[in-house]
């Protein structure tokens, strides 16, 4: 009894080192680091491991992740996978990444995570989520942060919104994402600046750029997250590969950190019977001409002159009330730049021209808007112009005569601008026919030129992908001959991979070794071969990085041997 006891024990012990496999999960931020808590709409990572011991011929079906409904999936894929050999044990480990976000607060439990791994299904760990409204993070690494000055405004109110970049130790900056701001009108950002805040006691440098926003919707609006990308220092990693990581980015490691997302209640006006211009707290309207004394037709400058405080950026321009002998049309306007602390004005320039000879008089302009500190809505008014229009003795006098005879509305006719006043015609300088059209041509003819180019470029890049696939055995034959000469190893490998990539006609850089495996398991090679060729193909990456470098000469048969080989399958 005692006796299959022990050899159900010895059965059971030996299952498991049969079938060595095994799927691990963890949760991670944007910039690949673990992560306590996750910020709402911000993106995270749930990175997946999933190793078998049998690399050779082992089939990893892409995990499955239990408890993922409260979460937005934006993307799930396959990162990586490394082969490798320990102590004469092969193993293989795929890396599958899920791209997560949160729509809101609270904690999750997520997983297992589940897997085929050769027919048999294998279960990982499982995760608690805690999503809160900023991210919890380490202050030695590298974050963003969005920053508002209020949280509830009006439709329309200025929001100050700045965007602060921690950068920690030995991190450097390659610049953030285009900032989307949805249902705001906005400033150009500005920055960036440099400053120094106290973070639990520690204080911390800072990048910052800063905006202004103003929203034109009301409701719960959302200032979505915005991305940094930056470089640290590379982790440790294997001396062979720290060596090509120096040449190639000089030992730097790039990676993406998200800011917080802020939501802002937006509140509607109160209701009013008037239009409302701006909102903020206006103090003067002033009106002005430059100069009173004008002929029929001759343009006079207009300008009213808004002073005070508020959402001068969304104010465009103020509908004008005009008597009858006068017209005009919005010109332009700006801010006054050289004031730069108290009220701030801006100036709204109209052209304006007289219809009817006489003594007008401008009257004054209404501008309504809603007050922030009174919660009001109130009334600015402009002082009054006066101008004085004379009859134009330079307009050609049937015209004015026909015009005064009309029976149309001599409102709505605007007389030509008089040459000899302020302001004098100009001719028109007009480009001939055939420059225009050459130039219209200029662009279809330089896409038609480079779009032939990149024909006959493809062509030839084909006729040279195809003599190389003709020549794959030539060539590798005449480079063994050579590396036998030189006696260096660390190039039969290279051999081969050119060798694969001349014959399939695709990059180097795609090929690997479950790559060439699968190429080979759809010929007439036999699994055994084809394990041999598994073992030879590592021998001779080991020769690479010089980890083995005895029985040259029988090396160099046996890679014969196999190029033979290969020639009569493929």
């Given at each position: 009894m005692a006796k299959k006891i022990g050899s159900l024990f010895l059965i059971l012990f030996y299952i498991p080192l049969c079938f060595a496999a095994h799927i691990t999960m963890q949760l991670m931020d944007s910039a690949g680091d673990t992560v306590q808590q996750v910020a709402v709409n911000v993106p995270?990572?749930?990175?997946?491991?999933?190793?078998?011991?049998?690399?050779?011929?082992?089939?990893?079906s892409v995990p499955s992740i239990e408890g993922l409904k409260p979460f937005i999936i934006e993307e799930k894929t396959h990162v990586s996978t490394i082969n490798s050999i320990i102590n004469g044990k092969r193993s293989i480990k795929k890396i599958f990444r899920f791209i997560l976000r949160a729509e809101k607060q609270g904690a999750y439990l997520i997983g297992p995570a589940h897997t085929t791994?050769?027919?048999?299904?294998?279960?990982?760990?499982?995760l608690v989520i805690r999503v809160g409204a900023q991210q919890i993070i380490n202050a030695?690494?590298?974050?963003?942060?969005?920053?508002?000055?209020?949280?509830?405004?009006?439709?329309?109110?200025?929001?100050?919104?700045?965007?602060?970049?921690?950068?920690?130790?030995?991190?450097?900056?390659?610049?953030i994402s285009q900032p989307e701001f949805p249902d705001f009108d906005t400033r150009p950002l500005e920055g960036p600046f440099s400053g120094e805040e106290v973070i639990d006691t520690n204080p911390t440098k800072y990048i910052e750029w800063r905006t202004t926003l103003f929203p034109q919707k009301t409701g719960t609006l959302t200032i979505p997250?915005?991305?940094?990308?930056?470089?640290?220092?590379?982790?440790?990693?294997?001396?062979?590969?720290?060596?090509?990581?120096?040449?190639?980015?000089?030992?730097?490691?790039?990676?993406?950190?998200?800011?917080?997302?802020?939501?802002?209640?937006?509140?509607?006006?109160?209701?009013?019977?008037?239009?409302?211009?701006?909102?903020?707290?206006?103090?003067?309207?002033?009106a002005e001409v430059d100069h009173q004394v004008a002929q029929e037709g001759e343009a006079i400058v207009?300008?009213?002159?808004?002073?005070?405080?508020?959402?001068?950026?969304?104010?465009?321009?103020i509908d004008l009330v005009?008597?009858?002998?006068?017209?005009?049309?919005?010109?332009?306007?700006?801010m006054d730049e050289s004031k730069t602390k108290g009220d701030q004005r801006k100036f709204f320039e109209y052209i304006i021209q007289g219809i009817k000879p006489g003594e007008w008089k401008i009257p004054?302009?209404?501008?309504?808007?809603?007050?922030?500190?009174?919660?009001?809505?109130?009334?600015?008014?402009?002082?009054?112009?006066?101008?004085?229009?004379?009859?134009?003795?330079?307009?050609?006098?049937?015209?004015?005569?026909?015009?005064?005879?009309?029976?149309?509305?001599?409102?709505?006719?605007?007389?030509?601008?008089?040459?000899?006043?302020?302001?004098?015609?100009?001719?028109?300088?007009?480009?001939p026919w055939h420059i225009f059209f050459l130039l219209c041509s200029l662009p279809l003819s330089l896409s038609m030129g480079y779009f032939l180019y990149r024909v006959r470029l493809n062509r030839m890049q084909e006729r040279v992908k195809l003599m190389r696939q003709?020549?794959?055995?030539?060539?590798?034959?005449?480079?063994?001959?050579?590396?036998?000469?030189?006696?260096?190893?660390s190039q039969l490998s290279l051999l081969i991979h050119q060798l694969f990539a001349d014959y399939w006609m695709i990059p180097m850089q795609e090929l690997s070794d479950e790559f060439i495996l699968n190429k080979l398991k759809k010929t007439d090679c036999p699994q055994d071969v084809i394990e041999n060729w598994h073992t030879f193909y590592e021998e001779l990456l080991s020769y690479t990085f010089g980890i083995m470098q005895n029985k040259q000469d029988e090396t160099f048969d046996r890679v014969k041997k196999w190029l033979d080989y290969l020639k009569t399958i493929l």
């Open positions: 995270f990572f749930i990175e997946v491991a999933v190793t078998s011991e049998d690399s050779l011929n082992s089939t990893i791994i050769n027919n048999r299904r294998v279960s990982s760990n499982t030695t690494e590298p974050f963003l942060r969005l920053l508002i000055d209020k949280a509830q405004v009006f439709v329309g109110e200025s929001i100050q919104c700045t965007l602060r970049f921690y950068p920690g130790k030995s991190t450097s900056l390659d610049g997250s915005i991305a940094a990308i930056y470089k640290i220092p590379r982790k440790k990693r294997p001396m062979a590969f720290e060596m090509f990581d120096r040449f190639f980015d000089r030992g730097l490691e790039q990676k993406q950190a998200f800011s917080n997302v802020i939501k802002i209640k937006v509140d509607p006006l109160p209701e009013h019977t008037k239009p409302v211009h701006g909102i903020g707290d206006f103090n003067a309207l002033k207009y300008r009213l002159i808004l002073e005070g405080n508020g959402n001068f950026e969304t104010i465009n321009s005009m008597p009858d002998g006068l017209k005009y049309y919005e010109s332009k306007s700006y004054a302009q209404l501008f309504t808007f809603f007050n922030l500190k009174t919660g009001t809505h109130q009334d600015l008014l402009s002082n009054e112009v006066e101008t004085m229009i004379k009859e134009s003795t330079s307009l050609p006098k049937q015209s004015v005569d026909n015009t005064r005879n009309s029976n149309s509305n001599a409102n709505n006719f605007i007389l030509p601008i008089v040459e000899d006043g302020l302001w004098h015609a100009q001719r028109e300088r007009k480009m003709k020549n794959a055995f030539k060539i590798a034959y005449a480079t063994l001959k050579k590396i036998t000469i030189t006696q260096d190893l």
